[in-house]
């Protein structure tokens, strides 16, 4: 995983030069990671009006626009080998938007690429950057590849069994995981500090805010305010760590002992 992170940073910002730059129109993306609570954002962040904001446009299993943009853009959402093709032209598209008044979507560590640089690099492309203990989205991301349950909809009732269930931690995974994020991270504050840009920081804990989301409007140039969101993607109940780790002594006896240079990413 640290090549493919790695290799985001290698190539040239000429690839991003033919983009036509509209003052009326502000492109932005949201820097994050797996189970921060992107996905609770994009749909909080899509109810502004002239909001365009896609998802994980680069997963590797799927393309992830907007529901609505598949066939807006005749890019069905297991078109990966299209958008492969010719990334720079697939980004291209996405922000040359005349429906949208704010166009953005998803970076994720595992999800970048040569085409993401020039993006990166561009100062009339707006940052959002969301954070989240990496703790607690290990731990997330554990339970929901035992549970196979990824997001809780406020429609439906919460799932029983397995989705209760403690997981096992593994702590070499997780050394791993913490590399790769504090890897991440560092590559993009370098680009960000390179280009002297500013980034608008987010935490998980406010994405249902809607003060917190008029004034991510606000720093993308607009004026609209919200004084509430229509809920539809919740997060689970809080549970302490203790109900949902099974080797937990273990588990703190790692984070008595860790460095605290080991863990960069929770700053």
């Known amino acids: 995983m640290n090549e493919q992170v790695i290799c985001v940073f290698s190539g040239t910002s000429s690839l991003y030069q033919g983009l036509v730059r509209m003052q009326s129109r502000q492109k932005f993306v949201l820097i994050a990671s797996p189970r921060t609570g992107s996905q609770a954002l994009n749909r909080h962040l899509n109810q502004y009006d002239g909001m365009v904001m896609h998802g994980e ?119 791993e995981y913490l590399r790769d994020l504090n890897l991440f991270r560092t590559k993009i504050k370098s680009v960000l500090f390179e280009t002297g840009q500013p980034y608008f920081p987010i935490h998980y804990s406010d994405i249902a805010d809607p003060l917190v989301g008029n004034a991510i409007i606000a720093y993308l140039g607009g004026d609209q305010r919200l004084d509430h969101f229509e809920i539809d993607i919740v997060k689970p109940p809080p549970r302490p760590f203790v109900e949902r780790i099974e080797n937990y002594w273990e588990f703190t006896a790692y984070f008595r002992a860790i460095s605290s240079e080991a863990l960069y990413a929770f700053g």
């Open 57 to 175: 446009v680069f997963n590797s299993g799927f393309v992830g626009l907007r529901h609505d943009y598949h066939e807006k853009m005749n890019l069905p959402r297991e078109s990966v080998d299209v958008r492969d093709a010719e990334p720079e032209q697939f980004i291209a598209r996405i922000f040359d938007d005349p429906a949208a008044r704010f166009v953005g979507f998803h970076i994720f560590p595992e999800q970048t690429r040569p085409a993401i640089l020039p993006v990166l690099e561009d100062e009339s492309i707006k940052k959002l950057w969301l954070f989240r203990n990496p703790v607690a989205s290990f731990v997330s991301l554990l339970e929901a590849e035992a549970s196979g349950v990824w997001v809780l909809h406020a429609s439906e009732p919460l799932p029983a069994g397995a989705y209760r269930q403690k997981v096992h931690f593994d702590i070499d995974r997780f050394n």
